[in-house]
C-alpha cells in the first residue's frame, strides 16, 4: 500500500494502517502493532534494542498529530523482543491546544521484580486479551482446554462404585485404550518373577506414556511432553481404581476371570496389605492428580511465545 493510500486508511480509523505509518517513523529493527477503540488507540513496540521513551514518544505523538483522528487517549507499551514484560509504559492524553504537544504521563511498572507488569494492571478483560495473545501461543492454549474439562469432569468418577455402575463414555474408551498396554505389561515383565509378572500389567500402563513423555523432553519438545503428562496422570487414575479393588475384588475382570486373578488382590495379599486396599488406592489416586495438575502448569509454561519462538529458532 502506498504512503498515500496507507494515510488515507489510517484517517479512516484503520488500526493496521496507523500502525504501520508509526514504525515507517520509528528507528528500523521495530514492529508495532495498534488497536484503535472507543477513541482510545493502543500501540505495542517491539523492538531488537531498548526504545527512548521521550524520542518515540515525540515521533508517535508527530505521526498521530499528522492524522485526521478523533483520540481521547493513546497507551504505549515498549517492550525487548523475547521479554514477556514491558520495559517501559506511556499514557497520552490528547487536550488540542495550537502549537503545544499533547500532554503526557509515565507509568512506570508497579510490579515487584520478577513479577509480570500485567498481573499488577487493573483487570481489563481486553488489556487481558492482548496481553495473552500477545505472550502465549493460543493454538497451544487452546488444546489445554479438553484436558481440563476431562479432569473436572470425570476425575471424580474414577473409583470402584462408579466405574462398575455405568462410568461415562469418554471414560470407558480411554480405559479400554490403557487395558491394551496393561494386559500387554503382565507378558513383557513375565521374565522377572510372578510378582512383578502380576505388577507388570498396571506398571506397564503408567510406563508407556511416561516413556513418551521423556522421549519428547529429550527432543527439545517439551510442550509435547507436558501435554503427554495428562495420559500419564490419567492412568494412575485408572490403575487407583484396581488398587482400591484389591480387599473386596468385585471389578468385572477381563474375560470373565475369577477373583483369584485379581491383580491387585494378589499384590496385595503378597506384601500383607490387603487390609490398606482403599488406602494404597488413594494414594496412587493423589499421586495421579499431583501430575495432572503439573501438566496444566507446564502446558501453559510451555505455551509461552518466547520458548516456543525460541525452539523455532
Not at 481440563?148 to 470402584?160: I, S, T
Request: contains cysteine; glycine residues 8%; hydrophobic residues 45%.
Amino acid at each position: 500500500m502506498t504512503h498515500p493510500r496507507l494515510t488515507a486508511a489510517a484517517n479512516r480509523g484503520d488500526a493496521q494502517a496507523i500502525a504501520a505509518l508509526i514504525q515507517a517513523a520509528l528507528p528500523t529493527g521495530n514492529r508495532t502493532n495498534a488497536r484503535f477503540q472507543n477513541q482510545v488507540l493502543e500501540v505495542i513496540l517491539t523492538a531488537t534494542h531498548r526504545l527512548n521513551p521521550e524520542q518515540t514518544l515525540m515521533t508517535i505523538a508527530d505521526v498521530l498529530r499528522s492524522l485526521q483522528l478523533n483520540l481521547h487517549q493513546i497507551q504505549i507499551e515498549a517492550f525487548i523482543r523475547h521479554e514477556t514484560a514491558p520495559i517501559w509504559r506511556e499514557v497520552i492524553d490528547f487536550a488540542p491546544r495550537s502549537g503545544s504537544h499533547p500532554a503526557s504521563r509515565i507509568m512506570p511498572n508497579r510490579a515487584a521484580p520478577g513479577i509480570p507488569a500485567w498481573l499488577a494492571e487493573k483487570p481489563n478483560f481486553h488489556t487481558y486479551r492482548r496481553l495473552l495473545e500477545q505472550h502465549f501461543d493460543v493454538m497451544r492454549l487452546g488444546l489445554l482446554l479438553p484436558f481440563v474439562l476431562y479432569g473436572v469432569l470425570f476425575a471424580k468418577h474414577y473409583n470402584v462404585s462408579d466405574f462398575i455402575n455405568d462410568p461415562p463414555a469418554m471414560m470407558r474408551f480411554i480405559h479400554g485404550v490403557n487395558l491394551i498396554f496393561h494386559e500387554a505389561g503382565h507378558i513383557l515383565f513375565m521374565p522377572f518373577g510372578r510378582f512383578m509378572t502380576i505388577l507388570g500389567g498396571s506398571l506397564n500402563q503408567i510406563l508407556i506414556p511416561a516413556v513418551i513423555a521423556g522421549y519428547f523432553c529429550f527432543k527439545g519438545q517439551k510442550y509435547s511432553g507436558a501435554i503427554t503428562l495428562f495420559w500419564v496422570g490419567e492412568n494412575f487414575w485408572d490403575v487407583s481404581i484396581y488398587a482400591s479393588d484389591g480387599r473386596d475384588a468385585i471389578l468385572p475382570l477381563l474375560g470373565g476371570a475369577d477373583a483369584d486373578s485379581h491383580d491387585w488382590l494378589n499384590l496385595l495379599s503378597m506384601m500383607g496389605m490387603t487390609a490398606h486396599a482403599q488406602w494404597v488406592g488413594s494414594l496412587i489416586y493423589g499421586l495421579g492428580t499431583l501430575i495432572y495438575i503439573a501438566a496444566i502448569g507446564l502446558t501453559i509454561y510451555f505455551s509461552q511465545k518466547r520458548l516456543v519462538d525460541r525452539v523455532r529458532g
